[in-house]
């Protein structure tokens, strides 16, 4: 039996830590004893399955927990004191404190393995500082495992050529979505007309704001259709000021955080990626899935996902093209319905045991 841990700082939220629970809960228990830790504790129901174990560093979050957890991090002792098992494999499964932590492993006998979810040249505000500041902690890595060729791509002109890169695309639990989107909406959301919906954390790497322009823009041209915005964040009160000083109440919804959001996403006619960067969308991916009409940004593994605008539209990571590609989707509804005919057939590619398959070959050589 092969012992894998997997570590990321929350699975709270984000398209990562919904990737990593779909991959612990579709490995084959059969040949992995896999162990998912996180730095709080957390409400495990309903995420991990029974047979992967689940561990965590801190017994509550508060100040003095996250003031101690920043401090053990620092001076290098968060492993020693938290992570007590002899495992095979050790895995860093998101950018920074878990790969930092993950870093001062203990375990000369395992095998270490870091997840890249993002583009880090567009990430990193300083891509050369970052690279300094976080360069040793990869060199204690075996492979560093991307979840798309743009985000290896990005990895490799930060860092150099001389570590072992991997791409492995996001596991996706297919079946589960499309049974959980038969589910009815929820009665205070109302389909009234033409409707966009983006989903994910409010927060300025998915540039909402760059939607809600895009929005105005259209809607002043009389271009008349609503937008659903899933998902909290700390950027929710700028969106909710620039929606009402610019009287969007009406079209642009701020709809919160649900924890199935595919009833929603399927009822939407056009699902849009406002993003500046991504690393292989969760958000986009299922959508594929759903069998929606996309546009989307070119950022990291839109080319891949989408084939050139084969799947879906790809506009310039810029607001003007950005809006022009949404207008365009809008007013041709045989485009969009070309692209939920092509969305069908790409889904395949994304199929549970496929991208699960893929991540296990990591785990069967060491």
Request: charged fraction near 25%; include cysteine; proline fraction near 2%.
């Amino acid at each position: 039996m092969t012992k894998i841990l997997f570590f990321i700082d929350t699975l709270k939220r984000g398209g990562a830590a919904k990737a990593l629970m779909n991959l612990v809960n579709a490995m084959n228990k059969t040949q992995y004893d896999i162990t998912v830790q996180t730095i709080f504790k957390e409400d495990i129901a309903d995420k991990l399955n029974d047979d992967v174990s689940y561990k965590y560093c801190f017994e509550r979050q508060n100040k003095l927990t996250e003031l101690m957890a920043r401090v053990e991090t620092a001076v290098k002792v968060i492993y020693p004191l938290h992570i007590k098992d002899n495992y095979d494999y050790e895995c860093a499964y998101l950018e920074s404190i878990s790969t930092k932590i993950i870093a001062t492993s203990t375990n000369s006998s395992a095998k270490h393995f870091a997840w890249i979810h993002c583009d880090i040249e567009k990430m990193a505000s300083n891509p050369k500082k970052y690279a300094l500041k976080t360069g040793a902690w990869y060199k204690k890595y075996d492979s560093i495992i991307c979840v798309s060729e743009t985000v290896r791509d990005s990895f490799c002109r930060v860092f150099g050529h001389e570590y072992d890169t991997k791409v492995v695309y996001n596991v996706i639990d297919s079946d589960d979505i499309i049974k959980k989107s038969a589910s009815q909406i929820p009665n205070n959301i109302k389909h009234k007309r033409i409707t966009v919906l983006t989903a994910g954390t409010l927060y300025s790497p998915k540039n909402h704001l760059r939607l809600l322009k895009s929005c105005k823009k259209l809607l002043e041209e009389g271009i008349v259709f609503d937008t659903w915005i899933l998902g909290d964040g700390p950027d929710r009160p700028m969106l909710e000021r620039y929606i009402s000083e610019n009287n969007l109440q009406n079209n642009i919804f701020l709809l919160g955080y649900y924890d199935n959001p595919y009833p929603i996403m399927k009822a939407a006619d056009i699902l849009a990626c406002s993003s500046n960067y991504e690393g292989f969308s969760t958000f986009v991916t299922e959508g594929l899935i759903l069998g929606k009409a996309i546009v989307t940004t070119d950022v990291s593994g839109m080319q891949e996902l989408l084939r050139n605008n084969e799947y879906g539209l790809i506009t310039q990571n810029d607001d003007t093209d950005f809006c022009e590609g949404l207008r365009s989707i809008i007013l041709n509804k045989s485009l969009v319905s070309k692209y939920e005919m092509r969305a069908q057939q790409r889904c395949a590619d994304f199929s549970l045991e496929h991208t699960t398959k893929m991540s296990e070959e990591l785990f069967d050589n060491k």
